[in-house]
């Protein structure tokens, strides 16, 4: 399932944002590779794989953020993908707040917990160009299960953001 969102959603995007964008793109992602046993290919931040594969193709600079890093490193080595990606061991928030450049996607897939998903919204805003996308994975208004659109949700439409769900993923346009 994890897989075709990524395919369905997270690729186009980066495909379209490379058509709107006459640089390389700036792409940071909250949350990575936690697990790498096979059966936890299709989630716990495997997204992180798919960028960078993208970034090998089409170039740009990749920033994966966690508070745990060290699963992602040995996978992505093994994969021949971490030359494609920084890594960063870093709580999301203190790396969104100290960025000095434009980012073109931001993919927030960090802990279940709408009030952290909010707050990574509000710290990545102001570094978003204009045209740029913020997706939030997992992202199901309302729901006990997948909370990260829960207090996001609200905000994005009191201030009218421009946004679509597709399937457990929010584009949100800027």
């Not at 600079?61 to 971490?82: C, Q």
């Not at 917990?113 to 805003?125: G, N, S």
Request: contains cysteine; hydrophobic residues 45%.
């Amino acid at each position: 399932m994890a897989k075709s969102r990524v395919l369905d959603t997270l690729i186009p995007t980066l495909d379209e944002l490379s058509k709107i964008f006459d640089t390389p793109l700036n792409i940071i992602e909250t949350g990575t590779i936690r697990r790498s046993e096979p059966e936890y290919a299709v989630g716990d931040g495997h997204s992180t794989k798919w960028i960078a594969r993208w970034i090998a193709k089409n170039g740009g600079t990749f920033y994966s953020v966690d508070l745990e890093t060290a699963t992602a490193y040995e996978f992505l080595a093994a994969k021949e993908l971490l030359k494609y990606v920084k890594l960063v061991k870093s709580s999301s928030i203190a790396f969104l707040e100290k960025i000095d450049f434009d980012v073109h996607l931001a993919y927030l897939d960090s802990a279940n917990d709408p009030v952290l998903t909010k707050a990574e919204f509000l710290a990545v805003l102001p570094h978003m160009a204009t045209g740029g996308r913020i997706i939030v994975d997992d992202y199901v208004p309302d729901s006990r299960e997948k909370m990260k659109g829960n207090l996001l949700h609200p905000y994005l439409v009191a201030y009218k953001f421009k946004f679509e769900i597709k399937g457990v993923q929010c584009i949100i346009y800027l």
